[in-house]
């Protein structure tokens, strides 16, 4: 663009371009509990955080079906480093005590950030596998959808919410969700299949810079998921300790929240099986 062919003014403000008045005023705390307001605003933080990672993932996704392995390794990268600044949003509420989490703790029972449905669309984009059922092996489940059997109305109304929309993005993404798209690509790349595809990539990486970029892009938003558990989970552990947790509806099978968010990260931290198998 040279001088003369400027963009048109169309006379916007900061405050209307990011829509700020709205933005503000979407604080409602429903205590006097002084910390109440950095619990609502972090978790407000971080949900805007995952909208803008899924925005890119599902670019990546796109990029990669497209056969723009350049493009999609590059938004791989970008989402990776949203999720690395989204994590620094538990540090404020490492500062907040037991105590001060007790004041409004009771306020937003059964509220929990398991709701968050932003969270579960990265898992599904991502590229997790639903898992059967234990009592009907044809169908089968997330693997949220066994905690919401398990337990009360933290997970149960969750699942009325968001079941049918997140099955919709699951049907979608089923054979061009990241995992998927990355095995499929290095096959046609090594001409092997499965965990073979990434041993033989893994033993020839400088031949095939692209695809070793690809699986390391993978491999980096995997970390950046465990990442995201165990920086939640020593938030927990350090603002409710060991207790049961906010909504207690893990309690019939988990002795306590820390016991249950332990499981999860020790059987959900690996989203690319072929991919850890064969490296
Ligand atoms: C003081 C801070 C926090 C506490 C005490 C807390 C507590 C909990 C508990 C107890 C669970 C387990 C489910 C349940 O029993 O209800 C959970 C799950 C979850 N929370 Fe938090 N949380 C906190 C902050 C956050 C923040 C800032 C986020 C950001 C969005 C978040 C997102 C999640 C997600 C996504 C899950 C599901 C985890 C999974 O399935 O791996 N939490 N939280």
Not at 95 to 119: C, I, K, V, W
Not at 175 to 182: F, Q, S
Request: proline share 3%; net charge negative; glycine share 6%.
């Amino acid at each position: 663009m040279n001088n003369t062919e400027t963009a048109p003014t169309s006379g916007v403000t900061y405050w209307d371009y990011i829509q700020l008045d709205q933005l503000l005023s979407l604080q409602s705390p429903r205590t006097a509990a002084h910390d109440e307001p950095m619990f609502i605003m972090v978790h407000q933080a971080f949900e805007i955080w995952f909208r803008l990672a899924i925005y890119e993932l599902r670019g990546a996704i796109t990029a990669l079906e497209s056969g723009d392995t350049q493009r999609g390794i590059a938004l791989l990268k970008r989402v990776g480093v949203i999720l690395r600044a989204a994590h620094a949003g538990f540090d404020p509420l490492m500062t907040m005590t037991q105590n001060g989490y007790a004041e409004f703790r009771d306020a937003l029972r059964p509220a929990s950030g398991f709701q968050s449905s932003q969270f579960r669309v990265m898992e599904i984009l991502l590229g997790i596998r639903q898992v059967p059922s234990a009592d009907d092996t044809a169908k089968e489940r997330f693997h949220w959808e066994v905690v919401a059997e398990q337990a009360g109305e933290t997970f149960v109304n969750f699942m009325a919410r968001y079941q049918q929309e997140l099955q919709g993005i699951y049907d979608q993404a089923r054979n061009n969700n990241l995992r998927t798209l990355m095995l499929r690509l290095t096959e046609q790349g090594t001409g092997k299949t499965g965990v073979e595809a990434y041993r033989h990539l893994s033993a020839n990486r400088t031949q095939m810079p692209e695809l070793a970029a690809l699986a390391d892009a993978g491999r980096e938003l995997q970390a950046a998921m465990l990442e995201f558990r165990l920086s939640h989970h020593k938030v927990t552990v350090f603002t409710i300790g060991d207790a049961a947790g906010t909504s207690d509806a893990h309690t019939p099978v988990h002795s306590s929240c820390a016991a249950y968010l332990l499981n999860v990260i020790k059987d959900h931290s690996t989203i690319f099986p072929e991919l850890e198998a064969g490296i």
